[in-house]
């Protein structure tokens, strides 16, 4: 109600209007042409332009900020991803942990991949095979694994077997040295 009142104030004051040529509207009938004028539908006072076009509204204030917030999330948890790459490469490292098999040996034959788009580069040695998240599960894994080891070493249960057999997943050694622990 509050903007309807400056606005018939505004146009009682003498605020600009839009020319009346502007709005009229004409409509074709098959008897005859005839113009059908309109009341004007938008006041504008030359004043309040800067104002009323900078203005998002509350929409594009939510939208902005929830942009900006995510922005934010997604590179604080890239960068924490990346520091836990480090700090388990560094304890693999601690343990005398074989972590080769997660690197590139070789660098990548093919220098040229035209047909992919973004930021894309070929393999070179020591480029790692996974993305940092998956990094992170594997080594983390394989330290816990190192770690349950010298406990079972250290408690005197036998877990030989389970160092030398192969499972599907380092996942599933993990579990299998977790479980006989608990049942010593």
Same mark, same amino acid.
């Given at each position: 109600?509050?903007?309807?009142?400056?606005?018939?104030?505004?146009?009682?004051?003498?605020?600009?209007?839009?020319?009346?040529?502007?709005?009229?509207?004409?409509?074709?009938?098959?008897?005859?042409?005839?113009?059908?004028?309109?009341?004007?539908?938008?006041?504008?006072?030359?004043?309040?332009?800067?104002?009323?076009?900078?203005?998002?509204?509350?929409?594009?204030?939510?939208?902005?900020?929830?942009?900006?917030?995510?922005?934010?999330?997604?590179?604080?948890?890239?960068?924490?991803?990346?520091?836990?790459?480090?700090?388990?490469?560094?304890? @693999?490292?601690?343990?005398?942990?074989?972590?080769?098999?997660?690197?590139?040996?070789?660098?990548?034959?093919?220098?040229?991949?035209?047909?992919?788009?973004?930021?894309?580069?070929?393999?070179?040695?020591?480029?790692?095979?996974?993305?940092?998240?998956?990094?992170?599960?594997?080594?983390?894994?394989?330290?816990?694994? @190192?770690?349950?080891?010298?406990?079972?070493?250290?408690?005197?249960?036998?877990?030989?077997?389970?160092?030398?057999?192969?499972?599907?997943?380092?996942?599933?050694?993990?579990?299998?040295?977790?479980?006989?622990?608990?049942?010593?």
């Amino acid at each position: 109600l509050d903007k309807m009142a400056a606005t018939a104030t505004a146009l009682h004051r003498g605020a600009f209007v839009a020319p009346r040529t502007a709005l009229t509207l004409r409509r074709k009938t098959a008897a005859a042409t005839k113009r059908i004028s309109t009341t004007p539908r938008a006041v504008l006072d030359l004043a309040s332009v800067p104002d009323q076009v900078l203005e998002l509204g509350q929409g594009g204030v939510a939208a902005v900020s929830i942009l900006g917030a995510r922005v934010l999330l997604v590179g604080l948890a890239k960068a924490g991803i990346g520091g836990n790459v480090a700090k388990y490469k560094a304890k @693999c490292v601690e343990y005398n942990i074989d972590i080769r098999d997660l690197f590139h040996t070789e660098d990548s034959p093919n220098q040229e991949a035209w047909f992919l788009v973004g930021e894309w580069k070929p393999e070179r040695i020591g480029d790692p095979i996974y993305s940092d998240s998956k990094m992170v599960g594997i080594l983390t894994t394989r330290v816990k694994t @190192c770690e349950m080891l010298i406990e079972a070493n250290t408690k005197g249960v036998d877990v030989e077997d389970v160092t030398e057999a192969n499972f599907a997943t380092e996942k599933m050694r993990y579990n299998e040295l977790k479980r006989r622990l608990a049942l010593a």
